[in-house]
């Protein structure tokens, strides 16, 4: 996940065109064609479907310590009346070094039109930012259980516990 915003909206259902996203990072963005800008990003709707994407980040900044690149969607996207949350997610390159941010903000916001009566809205003033995303390598520690003690078994036993592992991925970034 890269961000997520709550669209509500009332009167009627609109048809947006076009939508960027600039995505500042503590990551070098590289330079335009590089490997290390965002690929296959996607908007999803509440319920997991993609609405619009994939598409990949044009790096438009980058320094050695990091930089902006920017996403942008052109397919129309339609957003229907009442409150509803859409996510941004990408893939992240896997160079890039656990601990480094990505923050996006919504710029561009275009070509928006009325599915009801067919006007054309003006497009709002976007510059809203989304929280901070920070990139975490999955991990798992596994260890040994000092349960079950030793002990001593039959020959053709069945249904022995000879050991048991603990799984533990709660340092990691995802699930594992």
Avoid: C, R
Wanted: no cysteine; glycine share 12%; aromatic share 6%.
């Amino acid at each position: 996940p890269l961000g997520g915003y709550v669209m509500d909206i009332t009167g009627e259902a609109i048809s947006v065109q076009s939508h960027v996203f600039t995505i500042a990072s503590t990551s070098p963005a590289g330079v335009a064609g590089s490997t290390s800008v965002l690929t296959s990003v996607s908007l999803y709707d509440e319920n997991g479907a993609v609405v619009a994407g994939p598409v990949d980040g044009v790096a438009t900044t980058a320094t050695a310590t990091g930089g902006n690149q920017t996403v942008t969607f052109t397919d129309t996207i339609t957003y229907p009346v009442g409150k509803h949350t859409y996510t941004l997610k990408g893939k992240v390159p896997s160079g890039v070094a656990g601990g480094s941010t990505y923050i996006t903000t919504a710029t561009t916001m275009s070509s928006i039109t009325g599915q009801t009566t067919g006007n054309t809205i003006s497009s709002p003033s976007l510059g809203f930012t989304m929280n901070t995303m920070t990139v975490k390598a999955a991990a798992l520690a596994v260890t040994q259980s000092s349960s079950p003690a030793a002990q001593t078994i039959v020959a053709g036993g069945t249904g022995v516990t000879f050991a048991n592992f603990q799984l533990d991925a709660s340092q990691s970034g995802e699930d594992v």
